[in-house]
């Protein structure tokens, strides 16, 4: 494996993945499609590894989307039950992380939730890092529900129009409980988001690759992290005043 150097003191506190290209990598090689599902569970797990050995707090996942639930039945029924077997709780204990959930968890078959409540209550106390699987999600869904719990409360008079803020939309997201992702990494060769934490990614700075997910290991995972340390994260403001505020 390549060496990347690091510097362990601007590793990304909350990194979010669309992992990308599990059936075609099992494609090309003649399998079908599940095969490649099969194989980016184990990808999962390396990389959970190595974030929580890198320091990373938050490793946001995008396993199933909303419009997922338009495949093929049997690759989603597969899917269903890859998910479920793949909750395992060993490695969530060995290395302290919490796991928790966004999406519409309530369109999952029941046994799905029950094993995916089971673990996110398991695992509660666990504070090293936090795993963050988007299950049934989208970004627009999201939207959609948060809007409605604002509007709702505006109806109710707990709310005030006006008072209304950016902080108020951010409570009210799946995510409310971390931080906005600063890296986002895509496998798999698409340049697209994806109805993906459209809100969250605001300033988040993008790192696609071809490699599929099944193949990406903690070499490719380093190289997305020391590309990410390479740019200059300006928010809004120019070159030289993110040079004199780092400066001061």
Not at 41 to 56: D, M, P
Request: hydrophobic fraction near 35%; charge should be negative.
């Amino acid at each position: 494996m390549e060496e990347i150097k690091l510097d362990r003191s601007r590793i990304p506190q909350h990194i979010a993945i669309i992992m990308d290209g599990n059936g075609r990598w099992a494609n090309e090689q003649g399998k079908e499609r599940t095969f490649g599902h099969k194989a980016g569970v184990e990808t999962v797990k390396t990389i959970t590894s190595e974030c929580v050995r890198l320091g990373v707090k938050f490793l946001t996942l995008y396993t199933f989307s909303t419009e997922n639930w338009n495949r093929p039945v049997e690759e989603v029924s597969a899917l269903m039950g890859l998910i479920l077997s793949s909750l395992e709780y060993d490695i969530f204990m060995k290395n302290n992380v919490r796991f928790r959930v966004i999406g519409d968890i309530k369109r999952l078959p029941e046994n799905v939730q029950e094993g995916i409540q089971g673990l996110i209550d398991r695992t509660a106390n666990n504070t090293r890092m936090t795993v963050v699987i988007a299950l049934s999600y989208s970004s627009k869904w999201e939207l959609v529900e948060a809007t409605k719990k604002i509007a709702a409360e505006v109806k109710e008079g707990t709310m005030k129009l006006e008072d209304i803020t950016e902080e108020t939309i951010d409570s009210r997201l799946e995510t409310y409980f971390m931080p906005d992702p600063e890296l986002l990494i895509r496998t798999g060769g698409e340049l697209r988001i994806s109805n993906y934490l459209l809100w969250q990614i605001a300033y988040s700075e993008l790192y696609f690759c071809d490699t599929y997910w099944p193949d990406f290991n903690e070499e490719a995972l380093h190289r997305a992290i020391a590309n990410y340390q390479m740019r200059q994260r300006r928010f809004g403001k120019t070159e030289s005043q993110v040079e004199e505020e780092e400066k001061g």
